[in-house]
């Protein structure tokens, strides 16, 4: 992977830098955006209402693509399940594509809710293949929505959303999309990507604050939407209803999270958008797994399924490797992992996002090698370096 740096005039978060797929480093000026109070009725948060609705859209295709932009209050995992339970009719079958712990959560709401589903499960290491659309549309015909994760951060990888997309859209089936971890980074104007809807949130690519999650879906699906929500605060269709209507949110908003988000958009525009966002990332990726395998450790996937949002490692094979204790020490030279493992593998995750530069990704790859020395582990060799070699067709994934 060739090494090279942004020309964008990068303002870096101070320490802890947050190694993680959100929540993340934020720049000062966002931070700043948080200190003045807004009445959440007032005319003016609901221009900023608006203001923040449109940007959104841009990023997707603009309103010029047939879409709308619905914010929720809450995590992400809100705005999944307010796409779920609201765009899904009671009575429609779900294709669930798996290959993480963020299918497997799209799953289990759907049996929360009590909505009939199929999945198709990759384990954690592969990503979902048109393939494996097709056979599952073909077993089961009854099949009219299909549910995907764009990155799965359980390990960084990137599924084939534009293939995945077209196939979907040939059989005339509906796709929907979690790009909770892509969204601002990767490429998901409608031109690219043939979603109906697809949910992310404030706190991951975009660079702001937890707080918000929202929906872009076309607007027909949201309008034929009416009555299928079982829940009343993640109705979506209500949601946009009740925004359209007087460009209010229904309950309260999170103000302060709104205001942060504007001026997030603001400097992800500043950088040049999608494709300014995207080539940093790509950058730390590179600066950190080439500065990683230096130590002698190993990614999960190979290079063709390698996402520039998260990067899984293999653990060191040593018996003195305890992952708790190398997580306390980087925490100590001012680098915060992302704790746990959601792999059959025994590995560790480090982000590639936030107000981060590929500088503190080599700061980051010296605070491992120096807790390496300090934890007594030669290198960081895994006991086993198999990862499955990626085919030929999937190669342009990233």
């Avoid at 997030?264 to 590179?286: F, I, K, M, Q």
């Avoid at 997580?327 to 981060?356: E, H, N, Q, W």
């Avoid at 605070?367 to 934890?375: G, I, P, R, Y």
Wanted: aromatic share 6%; glycine share 10%.
């Amino acid at each position: 992977m060739a090494v090279d740096f942004p020309s964008f005039d990068l303002d870096v978060a101070d320490p802890p830098y947050l190694l993680t797929p959100g929540p993340l480093n934020t720049s000062a000026n966002v931070k700043a955006a948080m200190l003045k109070d807004w009445g959440s009725r007032d005319l003016d948060f609901r221009s900023m209402t608006a203001t923040l609705r449109a940007r959104l859209l841009e990023i997707a295709g603009g309103q010029e693509s047939g879409l709308e932009c619905v914010p929720v209050q809450g995590s992400g995992t809100f705005a999944v399940e307010a796409m779920l339970g609201s765009l899904i009719p009671p009575d429609a079958t779900t294709l669930v594509l798996i290959n993480g712990a963020y299918g497997h959560r799209m799953a289990e709401i759907l049996r929360r809710l009590g909505r009939a589903y199929h999945s198709v499960d990759k384990g954690d290491s592969l990503p979902v293949t048109i393939e494996d659309v097709a056979a599952a549309l073909d077993e089961h015909p009854e099949i009219s929505h299909v549910a995907v994760v764009h990155c799965e951060t359980s390990t960084g990888i990137l599924n084939p959303l534009t293939g995945i997309s077209a196939m979907v859209k040939g059989w005339g089936r509906t796709l929907l999309v979690d790009s909770m971890s892509a969204f601002g980074a990767l490429p998901v104007d409608r031109d690219t990507i043939r979603f109906d809807a697809l949910a992310a949130s404030s706190n991951k690519c975009l660079e702001s604050v937890p707080g918000i999650g929202f929906v872009i879906a076309s607007t027909p699906v949201i309008e034929a939407a009416e009555g299928n929500s079982r829940s009343l605060s993640l109705d979506l269709h209500a949601q946009w209803t009740g925004l359209n209507r007087t460009g209010q949110w229904r309950f309260t908003p999170p103000t302060h999270v709104v205001a942060a988000l504007i001026h997030a958009l603001e400097e992800h525009r500043c950088e040049g958008g999608v494709e300014g966002r995207r080539r940093r990332y790509e950058l730390n990726r590179d600066t950190l797994v080439n500065g990683m395998r230096e130590l002698g450790f190993r990614t999960l996937l190979p290079d063709a399924w390698l996402s520039p949002i998260i990067v899984t490692f293999l653990c060191p094979r040593y018996e003195g490797f305890d992952f708790e204790r190398f997580y306390a020490a980087m925490k100590d030279k001012g680098f915060v992992l992302y704790p746990g493992k959601l792999t059959a593998a025994d590995s560790f995750r480090m982000g590639c996002i936030g107000r981060l530069d590929a500088g503190v990704m080599k700061l980051a790859v010296k605070a491992v090698a120096e807790t390496l020395t300090e934890l007594g582990i030669p290198d960081g060799a895994p006991e086993v370096d198999n990862h499955p070699e990626a085919p030929a067709s999937q190669s342009g994934n990233r």
